[in-house]
């Protein structure tokens, strides 16, 4: 598939061709009318003799010399056409060597572009490779995060599960220990109870045990208070 570069440059040179094949046909019909030139000068050579004794001719020499004549006046404009055939050859010519620089500096610059496209194109390859190379390693990064992905679901559907355990667990010993503290607390309600009580008694013990003690230290004063006297009088008869 070509450029557009490269068809212009196509479409250049046939231009260029036609415009040969142009000049050459001109060329051909410039010696063409040269050739004619040359023979009517030679025969307008060969009737300034005749045209010298007009006056004496006849009929037929009239005519001959009035188409001879016209064959000068043929030759003028043909002549005149080919100075004009000739302008335009020229003209041609000029513009041929114009197309011709222009071809040519054309190609110079359809070169450098051709150049830049595949100096673009060397550089698009290795950005398609780069982009190819990003777009593999971005497949395989995506198919280990998938596979990393599916482990880490495992993984904390598994701790999932472990946490519910553990919840569930913990949950239970709340539970038990919500129960064991009302268990306690009745408990000590009821040993708080039991305290006072034996608080009570022993309070009501110590108050018997210090009655008891009163009767008995008075009931052993009185007991002992006789002795004492008697053994105070016997102490004192032998002083006596």
Known sequence: MFSPFQKKKSRLEQQSREDLHIKEDLVEQQEELSQNSTTSEAKEESSGSVLIHKANMDKSSLDLLFAVEQMIKDKQHVEMSHNDV???????NGQNDRLNRDLKNLGKVIE???????????KLAD??????????????LQSNMAGQNEE???????ERQ?????????????????????ELEEKNVRSESELTQMKQKF???RQEKTHLLNVVNDFTNRLTSPFASNAGKTEESPND
């Open 86 to 92: 000739q302008d335009r050859l020229n003209h041609a």
């Open 112 to 122: 450098e572009r051709e150049k830049s496209i595949l100096e673009l194109e060397r």
């Open 127 to 140: 950005k398609n490779l780069k982009v190819d190379q990003m777009l593999e390693d971005y497949r395989e």
């Open 152 to 158: 880490l679901k495992g993984v904390i559907e598994l």
């Open 162 to 182: 472990n946490y519910a355990g553990l919840l569930q667990k913990h949950n239970e010993m709340i539970t038990d220990k919500n129960k064991r503290i009302s």
């Open 203 to 205: 309070d009501t013990l």
